[in-house]
């Protein structure tokens, strides 16, 4: 019902409703941005590492739990147990993938030779090329399509997309991440393609 007690069509109601949305927030993103304290942007050697290691420790006991308990528990336990561990081990090495990609947007340091390698390092450890990457994915990290690219990607979409290149930028011609002739690279870029390459085997 509305006011004065009549009821409201469906096209009175939506009218309504977008009458109280505003079309432009009140801020832009400047504006976001100066309300956030400056200490929260600076990038921090000690910070970021502290979380690798953090990280690496728990990959660390989480393994020496399952591997040591899992095994002594009677079948029926150890089948819920192995995928829970798996899950949880999941967890935290997409962490060490999560800073490793922050590194090629050089949100891990202020050096950006440290951020290459700490990156190069962990994405190599979970079999993705890190150059690869962080050359084609400065390109896909735009708002279209996040929330479709998210759920394919957590499917098949990420080994799809490395060896495919089938939801990144079309080409003339066929693009993969392992290639470093591929058309997604500069030729400045090939020698890294192939660095990372050679770091994942």
Same mark, same amino acid.
């Given at each position: 019902?509305?006011?004065?007690?009549?009821?409201?069509?469906?096209?009175?109601?939506?009218?309504?409703?977008?009458?109280?949305?505003?079309?432009?927030?009140?801020?832009?993103?400047?504006?976001?941005?100066?309300?956030?304290?400056?200490?929260?942007?600076?990038?921090?050697?000690?910070?970021?590492?502290?979380?690798?290691?953090?990280?690496?420790?728990? #990959?660390?006991?989480?393994?020496?739990?399952?591997? #040591?308990?899992?095994?002594?528990?009677?079948?029926?336990?150890?089948?819920?147990?192995?995928?829970?561990?798996?899950?949880?081990?999941?967890?935290?090495?997409?962490?060490?993938w999560v800073i490793g990609h922050e590194c090629g947007h050089?949100?891990?340091?202020?050096?950006?030779?440290?951020?290459? #390698?700490?990156?190069?390092?962990?994405?190599?450890?979970?079999?993705?090329?890190?150059?690869?990457?962080?050359?084609?994915?400065?390109?896909?990290?735009?708002?279209?399509?996040?929330?479709?690219?998210?759920?394919?990607?957590?499917?098949?979409?990420?080994? +799809?997309?490395? +060896?495919t290149n089938v939801s990144g930028k079309k080409y003339e011609?066929?693009?993969?991440?392992?290639?470093?002739?591929?058309?997604?690279? #500069?030729?400045?870029?090939?020698?890294?393609?192939?660095?990372?390459? +050679?770091?994942?085997?």
């Amino acid at each position: 019902m509305g006011a004065g007690g009549r009821m409201l069509d469906s096209s009175d109601q939506a009218k309504d409703i977008l009458k109280r949305v505003p079309i432009d927030p009140p801020f832009s993103l400047s504006d976001l941005k100066k309300a956030i304290p400056a200490h929260c942007f600076e990038r921090s050697v000690i910070r970021s590492s502290y979380y690798v290691v953090h990280d690496l420790i728990v #990959t660390y006991v989480f393994y020496f739990l399952a591997n #040591t308990y899992i095994p002594l528990l009677p079948a029926p336990l150890a089948y819920i147990a192995w995928p829970v561990y798996w899950f949880c081990q999941a967890s935290i090495l997409t962490g060490l993938w999560v800073i490793g990609h922050e590194c090629g947007h050089h949100a891990f340091s202020e050096y950006q030779w440290l951020d290459d #390698t700490v990156g190069f390092i962990l994405h190599s450890a979970l079999f993705t090329p890190y150059f690869s990457w962080k050359y084609s994915h400065r390109i896909l990290n735009n708002p279209p399509g996040r929330v479709f690219t998210l759920v394919f990607r957590l499917t098949l979409g990420f080994p +799809l997309y490395l +060896l495919t290149n089938v939801s990144g930028k079309k080409y003339e011609r066929f693009a993969n991440h392992f290639d470093p002739l591929s058309p997604i690279f #500069t030729k400045r870029e090939r020698i890294q393609v192939l660095l990372s390459d +050679l770091g994942i085997l």
